[in-house]
Structure formats: C-alpha cells, structure tokens
C-alpha cells in the first residue's frame, strides 16, 4: 500500500446520521457505484465495508490514508472517522456495506470463552482494522451474496462472517491512534439531540423547542449544530427524514406519498425536492436502484 496522505489530528469531522433504526439489527448495502464523494465522517455504529474492483482508491480511516488496491474490507469501530473517494479510480466500484449497532452483541455473550476473538477484534476496531487480501478473498462470495439472504438466516450468516472474520490471520490496525469516545465537544448534548430528532421526526419540530431541550439560546443551538453535524437544524432534521425515507423506500411497499407523510413531510413535492438534492436521485429513482438495501430486524 503507498502511503498517501497523514490525516491532522484537529480537523473536523461530519457526524453521519445512518439509517439503521433502534429496531434493526443490522443495515446491509450492495451496490455499484461511479463515485465515492461522501465527506470523512463517523457515528456510533459500527461498519463493515468491502469493497471490489477498487484499485487507485483512497481510505480514510482514524488519522491514516492509504491508496487501495482490489479488494479491501475494512472494520470500523464506533465514532472512528472514516470515508473513501475515488483519488487516481476511474471506474465503476462494487461496495457492501453492513453496519450495527456496538451493543448489538451484549457484553454478557461477548464474556464467553467461545467469544473471545470476536470481543478482541471489536475492541480493536476504535483502531480501524484492514483484513489480509487472502483472507477477504475466502469470503468474498459470502458478502457478495449476504443481501439475498433473508430473517435468521441473515443475521446467522451476518454473525458467522463477523466471527469468522476475528479469528483471520493478519489483521492490521489503520490508526495508531486511538480516537477517544468523548472526543467530539458537547457529546451529551449530541446523543439527547439525536433521540429526540429520530423519537419525533415524523412531527412537527421546531428550532425553539429543540434549543430549550438542550438549555441553550437560539443563537448558541444555530453554533451548536453547526459544529456537531455540519449542518444547520433544518438541515439536520431533513436529512434524518430523508434517510428513514430512504430507508422505508428500499424495504417496504408503501406509496411514496405515504413514506413522505409518514417522514414528516407534508408537501409531496417539497418530499421529492429536498429528497433529489440530498440522495442525488428522485425517490422512485432511490426505490429502482437499491433494491438490495436491506435491514435486518
């Protein structure tokens, strides 16, 4: 791998809001993709991404960056920055994205003997882990195919690949630094924001009621959130929308007027509107195309 880029350790980052709900266990995505433009980010959740045919690509991981070669899978643990962009690719990529949330797997089963590699491979994930080439290659039809799967025979097989993967030989940690849980300012405020948008993003929500929630003035909510997201607070809130419609979009059968009713949109044109210039397609477009985005209740 050629060492590309070293990453400042004060630089900001986007917090993503995932689409992975309370009630799922784990968020699978299978697609092909021309452009990797998405900005360096983290989240609470854990990912698992494996990437095909991505030779000239460029990782992001923790405080390294690494030009990539064919085949990549890559564990990142919670709030670990990450992301990947294009860099000298210039070609069609096939991605498989699978995350869950860190407590999916309770501490009480992660104390048993037979869960041990699991347990230590979790725990160094806050390093970002890159797994040997031979060893992706043995499981890379089972990625390929993970989202054909459906109800216990997809999480088994989720989790078999999971523990199968914490007992590979060669596993190599990206960062050497580890990125602290608190490290981003005000992280209680954070968690409390985020609860409340994804409890009440259905409804009305306004600035006010949110700046009161967290005691702070307006003006130092508008400061707050542009720090912590990136984004403005109607920003932040239609991006939740969008994602849980996008989410409803590509697993249920309902109209898309009705998704849009159910996000907390009101207007069915505004819904396609904002929905275009955050996911880059109409809705009916998004429905067509990630046929294999699949939650895993």
């Known amino acids: 791998m050629q060492k590309v880029l070293f990453l400042e350790q004060n630089l900001k980052y986007q917090r993503e809001i995932t689409s992975l709900s309370d009630q799922d266990s784990f968020l699978v995505m299978n697609r092909v993709r021309d452009a990797f433009d998405y900005p360096i980010h983290f989240h609470p959740e854990m990912e698992l991404n494996f990437i095909v045919n991505g030779k000239g690509m460029r990782r992001n991981v923790g405080y390294s960056s690494d030009e990539i070669d064919n085949y990549e899978l890559v564990l990142v643990g919670p709030n670990v920055f990450h992301g990947w962009d294009m860099f000298k690719c210039d070609h069609a990529v096939h991605e498989v994205t699978i995350q869950f949330h860190n407590d999916l797997f309770s501490s009480s089963l992660l104390r048993r003997s037979l869960m041990r590699p699991l347990k230590e491979m979790f725990q160094r994930s806050v390093h970002g882990i890159l797994f040997k080439k031979q060893e992706v290659k043995k499981i890379a039809s089972r990625l390929l195919k993970v989202s054909e799967l459906d109800g216990i025979d997809y999480f088994l097989e989720l989790f078999s690949i999971l523990y199968d993967l914490s007992k590979?030989?060669?596993?190599?940690?990206?960062?050497?630094?580890?990125?602290?849980?608190?490290?981003?300012?005000?992280?209680?405020?954070?968690?409390?924001?985020?609860?409340?948008?994804?409890?009440?993003?259905?409804?009305?929500?306004?600035?006010?009621?949110?700046?009161?929630?967290?005691?702070?003035?307006?003006?130092?909510?508008?400061?707050?959130?542009?720090?912590?997201?990136?984004?403005?607070?109607?920003?932040?809130?239609?991006?939740?929308?969008?994602?849980?419609?996008?989410?409803?979009?590509?697993?249920?059968?309902?109209?898309?007027?009705?998704?849009?009713?159910?996000?907390?949109?009101?207007?069915?044109?505004?819904?396609?509107?904002?929905?275009?210039?955050?996911?880059?397609?109409?809705?009916?477009a998004y429905r067509k195309k990630f046929y294999n985005f699949k939650h895993v209740e």
Do not use: W
């Open 168 to 284: 590979t030989p060669g596993q190599k940690l990206l960062s050497a630094a580890e990125r602290p849980a608190d490290d981003f300012e005000n992280s209680d405020k954070t968690k409390l924001l985020y609860n409340y948008i994804q409890q009440n993003y259905p409804k009305k929500i306004t600035l006010d009621e949110v700046a009161q929630l967290l005691n702070m003035s307006k003006v130092s909510f508008n400061r707050f959130m542009k720090k912590t997201t990136n984004h403005t607070f109607i920003e932040y809130l239609n991006e939740v929308r969008i994602d849980n419609a996008a989410r409803l979009l590509a697993g249920m059968d309902y109209s898309i007027s009705e998704i849009a009713y159910m996000c907390g949109f009101n207007n069915i044109a505004n819904f396609n509107r904002i929905f275009k210039k955050i996911k880059k397609l109409t809705p009916s």
